[in-house]
C-alpha cells in the first residue's frame, strides 16, 4: 500500500479553478490525480449493469491502494459537483455487489477541497463526505474552502493551506 494522497478531481471543466487549487496545495507533494472528467462512470443503477467502458471499478480499486483520499470538487448549486455526486451513488456497488472491495476502504482517510463563489461554504457541504467516512470506517481529516470572489489562487490563505496540509500529514 502506498502511503500517499490520491485526489479524485471533480470539476466539469479543464484548467478549472479547483484545478488550480489542487496543484496551488499539492505543489511538489506525492500525489496522483484522477480528474473524473476523463472517466467513464454510469449512473448508478439497481440492475448492477453498466457498460464495458465503466472505470468506477477501476478507480476505487486505485483509491485502495492510497492511505489518504481527497475529493476536489467546485461548488454547484451549493453542493459537490454533478459528477461527484455520481461517483458518491456509485459506491452503494461496493456495498451491494463488491462488498469486499467496500471493506478495504476502512482505516483509510478522507478529505475535502471545495472551490465556490460564496464567502463560506455551504452549510451542510460537508455532511456527505463525514458520513461517507463513518460508513466505511475511514477517517475524516478535514477539508478546505477557496472562495475564488475573495482571493487570487496563487495567494491562497497560506495560514489555511498550512493548516489543511498538517491535517492531512502531506505538510
Not at 455487489?97 to 471545495?114: D, P, T, V, Y
Request: glycine letters at 4%; aromatic letters at 12%; a neutral charge.
Amino acid at each position: 500500500m502506498q502511503d500517499s494522497t490520491i485526489i479524485i478531481l471533480a470539476s466539469a471543466r479543464k484548467k478549472s479553478d479547483t484545478l488550480q487549487v489542487v496543484e496551488r496545495i499539492f505543489h511538489q507533494r506525492n500525489m496522483h490525480c484522477i480528474d473524473l472528467l476523463d472517466q467513464q462512470i454510469a449512473p448508478y443503477n439497481y440492475e448492477k449493469k453498466y457498460p464495458a467502458e465503466d472505470n468506477f471499478q477501476e478507480i476505487i480499486t486505485q483509491c485502495i491502494t492510497f492511505q489518504k483520499i481527497i475529493f476536489a470538487t467546485p461548488v454547484y448549486w451549493y453542493s459537490m459537483s454533478g459528477m461527484l455526486k455520481n461517483f458518491f451513488d456509485r459506491l452503494t456497488d461496493i456495498v451491494t455487489i463488491n462488498k469486499e472491495l467496500g471493506r478495504k476502504l476502512a482505516g483509510k482517510s478522507i478529505g475535502f477541497i471545495a472551490v465556490g463563489a460564496d464567502p463560506e461554504i455551504p452549510p451542510g457541504f460537508e455532511t456527505p463526505f463525514t458520513s461517507i467516512a463513518h460508513y466505511f470506517d475511514m477517517q475524516f481529516i478535514g477539508s478546505i474552502y477557496y472562495c475564488t470572489k475573495n482571493e487570487r489562487i496563487k495567494d491562497l490563505n497560506i495560514q489555511k493551506l498550512s493548516e489543511f496540509l498538517k491535517r492531512v500529514e502531506i505538510g
